[in-house]
């Protein structure tokens, strides 16, 4: 009879590989992704946490500046609040908010420059009334951007897809040692014992390694082994005798 062949990939050891990966995967891969997901709620309550506090600073800090109309002041009081890289725009209405008392926003580059006003993109938002104990005089409102957000959840992202990568290749590197050691190399060997059993061969020894399925196969090896040294041995005799 032939020896049949076993491809690698119908081996025990790739699928048990595979099972491991599989589910290390989808755990991980699932943790990682809570994680991600509480760790954009936090930066997000973060930024919006800034755009309100920026706000309401900035409505109690306008209203001298507003009261006298000082556009210079105002302006010099939003770029300094705009010193915050999150903070995108700052816009001030006048006394009927209809009109555009000052405002700031960032360019492409970052760099502060005028602004009409019209903000737009994604980005969160506070509106302030700037009151001076008796009337409204105004209102502000502070926009703050999402790209610090973005980046930190896709460096986050990748540092975990990363450390997935990671853990996963070094469990299938230690389950495939450890399988050699304690699964594939015992049934290897066993396989080699019967092998030999089924071409006559009564000699060799059949010894348990460990004390557990493995080894209770190899102890019924054993039993098999010595029947059958005994059961030629009668054979023999009566062969012998006749």
């Known amino acids: 009879m032939s020896k049949s062949i076993i ?3 119908s081996t025990i050891r790739v699928k048990v ?16 992704a809570y994680k991600v997901v509480n760790e954009q709620k936090q930066l997000t309550a973060d930024l919006q946490k800034l755009a309100v506090v920026t706000s309401q600073r900035l409505s109690k800090h306008l209203i001298g500046p507003m009261w006298d109309l000082d556009k210079e002041l105002v302006g010099s009081t939003l770029e300094a609040e705009m010193l915050e890289d999150n903070v995108q725009a700052i816009v001030v209405w006048d006394e009927d908010a209809g009109s555009i008392f000052a405002a700031r926003e960032r360019d ?20 302030n009334e700037i009151n001076n104990g008796t009337k409204s005089i105004g209102e502000v409102a502070v ?20 450390t997935l990568l990671a853990l996963v290749t070094v469990m299938a590197i230690v389950m495939t040692i450890v399988m050699n050691q304690i ?20 000699k060799q020894k059949i010894r348990p390694e460990s004390r557990d399925e493995i080894g209770q196969l190899a102890e019924a090896f054993h039993r098999m082994q010595t ?12 062969t012998k005798s006749t």
């Open 17 to 32: 590989v595979i099972v491991i990966i599989v589910s290390c995967t989808l755990v991980l891969g699932s943790l990682s």
């Open 108 to 127: 492409a580059n970052g760099a502060l420059i005028d602004s009409n006003g019209a903000i737009s993109g994604d980005l969160i938002k506070s509106v």
């Open 183 to 202: 699964i594939i190399g015992p049934i290897t060997r066993l396989a080699m014992h019967a092998e030999d059993i089924g071409h006559g061969n009564l």
């Open 143 to 162: 926009f703050v951007s999402r790209r610090q957000l973005d980046q930190q959840l896709t460096a986050s992202t990748i540092a975990n897809l990363i």
């Open 227 to 238: 029947s059958l040294r005994v059961a030629f041995k009668r054979i023999y005799a009566k």
């Open 7 to 9: 491809r690698w990939y």
